[in-house]
């Protein structure tokens, strides 16, 4: 498995989240290898409430469509325009260039650390 940054949290359906205000969501390494091919995302729009442990878009790639969910609550405040015109982006550099949304977060979901996520994505 790759090495995870430790500095960023997990969810059990493989996304990620980095606190700030607002908090920045994606999927992991893990999850785009498994998916493949990349080649369109669906997205909240901006202004959105969105709920902790929901999903909230879609990841399609060239083996199937893939559910996002939500690590937390709160309000869409960005969302990463050139990953969806570039969804290569997410395959490429899920922990960078390939985030996909910005929250302003009121609740966080169930959460683990890197290494919680490593035992759990292993096995």
Do not use: C
């Not at 080649?39 to 902790?52: K, Q, W």
């Amino acid at each position: 498995m790759t090495d995870l940054p430790t500095h960023l949290h997990y969810t059990l359906e493989h996304e990620w989240l980095q606190d700030g205000a607002p908090a920045t969501v994606g999927i992991t390494s893990t999850a785009a290898e498994a998916l493949g091919d990349i080649v369109y995302l669906e997205l909240p729009a901006v202004g959105e409430t969105i709920t902790a442990g929901a999903v909230v878009g879609e990841i399609e790639s060239t083996k199937s469509v893939s559910e996002l969910f939500s690590p937390v609550s709160g309000t869409v405040a960005e969302i990463n325009q050139e990953a969806i015109d570039d969804p290569s982006l997410v395959n490429s550099d899920p922990f960078g260039r390939g985030w996909l949304l910005k929250v302003d977060v009121t609740e966080t979901g169930p959460l683990l650390t890197a290494e919680e996520y490593e035992a759990h994505a292993a096995g």
